[in-house]
């Protein structure tokens, strides 16, 4: 009788020890995973976002090449040449600028298939990194499409594909690959429009209802100009458009 009681306490144990032997195991590869994958949220990588940012040959993009943006900027230019990422070839009026941005949509949409991030801003603004940071912690991995920006409700009643969409002023708006992939650059519209307009009527066209939308905090992005504390600075000293 004490014999088996023996026996089976033994056999108890051993099974309860290959349990909790287990299950430390598995808590440890769980630990370990779950630190791989933390660290590859934390940094700001280049291949993680891009920053497009239309430039003309009144852009200082030296200014932009010693900022945080400096890995992760891929200007779009009129024409090719050494600061270019993208040449769109349309003279940078105020009023042709649009066909700029359906441009640069069609070269990122078939092009950056693995940047998840994108930010459009343009050459008179400055965004806080710490901010952006945030928002891509926030969003990484989302499996919708995200558009994070001011969203302006656009009534033109001479274009139905624009009429009713929503859009980010042009300083800056932000999306993920998900809006890429979805977003519609064959959107057809009479007249010259107000660029940022068109990007959001091909987001509203392409991927509907659909879409995470984000309001932007405008207290973490400087448009025109810079100033705190001791600083003061012009961003906009020669008015591009
Ligand atoms: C600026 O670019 C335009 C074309 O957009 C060109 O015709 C002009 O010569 C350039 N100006 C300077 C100063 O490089
Ligand atoms: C444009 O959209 C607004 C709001 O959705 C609507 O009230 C208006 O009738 C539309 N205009 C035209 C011409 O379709």
Redesign the pocket.
């Known amino acids: 009788m004490l014999g088996l009681v023996k026996a089976i306490s033994s056999r108890t144990l051993a099974g309860f020890l290959i349990i909790l032997t287990t299950l430390f195991g598995l808590t440890v590869l769980y630990v370990g995973e779950s630190m791989v994958k933390g660290a590859n949220n934390v940094a700001v990588t280049p291949r993680s976002l891009a920053v497009i940012m239309p430039i003309n040959n009144n852009t200082d993009v030296s200014f932009y090449k010693n900022m945080w943006v400096r890995d992760h900027l891929r200007t779009v230019c009129d024409f090719d040449g050494p600061d270019c990422a993208m040449s769109c070839n349309e003279k940078s009026t105020w009023k042709t600028l649009h066909r700029k941005t359906v441009c640069f949509t069609k070269q990122i949409k078939e092009r950056f298939k693995s940047t998840e991030f994108f930010i459009k801003m343009d050459d008179d603004t400055f965004i806080d990194r710490d901010y952006i940071d945030g928002l891509i912690k926030t969003y990484s991995g989302y499996e919708r499409p995200v558009y994070i920006s001011d969203f302006i ?1 656009n ?4 274009n ?1 594909v624009l ?2 969409s929503y859009y980010g002023n042009g300083k800056f708006y932000m999306f993920n690959r998900q809006l890429l992939d979805c977003i519609d650059p064959t959107i057809k519209y009479r007249g010259d429009r107000n660029e940022d307009a068109i990007f959001g009527a091909m987001v509203y066209n392409g991927c509907g209802p659909d879409v995470l939308k984000i309001r932007e905090d405008d207290s973490k992005i400087w448009h025109k100009g810079y100033t705190n504390k001791n600083k003061q600075i012009n961003l906009a000293y020669i008015s591009n458009y």
């Open positions: 409700l009534l033109d009643g001479s139905p009429n009713g």
